[in-house]
């Protein structure tokens, strides 16, 4: 019996988190629950499930993995605030299901330098992925890992189509359903570049070791090439549940959790380069990677305000990455990574980005 903390428990995450938990009462039990702004469906998880200690924002959340005991902690909290709760969760000695990339991504060896061997578990589909694949060798016989990106709602469209994109288009993803800030991430790239500079602190892997592969089907979830030429791939039809179930229950599989593909029925998966002169933000991402210290930390911080003027109507859609492109020029980091540096990076780029939308305006 696995106890179960689950930061972000109102959102996509957290809410297919207690549906595995639900439907697996003999493995996992859930000791504590955090959330944002939804306070009412927190108090109906907290009752359902019969928890006692469930708790609103991201300092009560670092307050509740620190004083709380519990096997495995699941950090499904959206953007860069996850990343206390993140560096509590490993001072603690918890195993981390870490689907808060963000906190990972402006850590960076803050994060990876407090982990012990094994203790982040990766729940985005890909890195989850990625990290079944490599089962099937040693570090010495990888040659690349290939993340899969489904393309988005826009795969195929010109820079100059995407001008005029509303919000509601950028939401509509194809294949998954996710929260706002991580389907416009999906549109515009973002979150491939985010899990580009991801999959490089995670595996140690470097940056012209990763590919990106379009691959609009989303069956096939990412897939490592070993020096022989062989290539090894994590595929099931797109859910959720089975990385987060994985992530609990790390590295043993939980049986059931989701559908797998169906061999009797023709199926077509097909694959293509993604388009890095419409779609810029891998590119920069490889940029802000490549050059640590506090840039990703920008890049992240831009992005959420770029995000959040777009949905406001603010800010045209190309001018997300437009954005967030001019931010990270203007940065000049410290010369050593803390905690306290990466706040005030964080600090300046949201500042920085928010004059720059306010002259768009």
Request: proline residues 5%; aromatic residues 6%; contains cysteine.
């Amino acid at each position: 019996m696995r106890r179960v903390i689950i930061l972000g428990s109102t959102g996509s995450i957290g809410t297919q988190a207690l549906e595995v938990i639900e439907a697996n009462p003999d493995r996992f039990q859930v000791v504590g629950l955090a959330a944002g702004q939804n306070a009412d469906l927190l108090a109906e998880q907290a009752a359902k499930f019969g928890v006692k200690h469930a708790v609103q924002g991201a300092e009560a959340a670092t307050k509740l993995v620190e004083d709380l005991e519990a096997d495995v902690v699941i950090n499904g909290i959206t953007g860069s605030i996850g990343l206390a709760p993140t560096l509590a969760t490993l001072k603690s000695g918890k195993a981390l299901a870490l689907a808060n990339k963000e906190s990972l991504i402006v850590g960076g060896r803050l994060v990876t330098e407090a982990a012990a061997p094994g203790q982040i578990i990766p729940v985005d589909s890909e890195h989850s992925a990625l990290a079944q694949c490599l089962l099937g060798g040693t570090a010495q016989e990888v040659r690349k890992l290939i993340l899969t990106a489904s393309g988005g709602p826009f795969r195929g469209w010109s820079r100059e189509q995407l001008q005029d994109v509303t919000p509601a288009q950028a939401l509509a993803h194809p294949t998954w359903v996710m929260g706002k800030v991580v389907t416009t991430n999906s549109a515009t790239m973002v979150n491939k570049g985010l899990e580009l500079i991801e999959a490089h602190l995670l595996f140690d892997i470097p940056f012209e070791r990763i590919e990106v592969t379009v691959h609009p089907q989303s069956v096939v979830h990412s897939m490592v090439e070993f020096v022989d030429g062989s290539v090894l791939a994590q595929c099931s039809p797109p859910d959720m549940r089975l990385p987060i179930a994985l992530g609990m229950s790390w590295p043993e599989r939980v049986p059931n959790v989701a559908k797998a593909c169906d061999w009797t029925k023709a199926a077509t998966w097909t694959f293509e380069p993604l388009d890095e002169s419409v779609f810029g933000a891998v590119r920069l991402a490889r940029q802000v990677g490549t050059a640590g210290l506090t840039y990703p930390a920008v890049y992240n911080a831009a992005n959420e305000q770029a995000v959040e003027a777009f949905h406001a109507g603010w800010i045209g859609f190309n001018q997300i990455v437009d954005l967030v492109q001019r931010v990270v020029d203007a940065h000049e980091p410290e010369t050593e990574l803390s905690l306290e540096g990466v706040l005030r990076a964080e600090v300046w780029a949201r500042d920085r980005a928010d004059a720059q939308i306010a002259k768009a305006c």
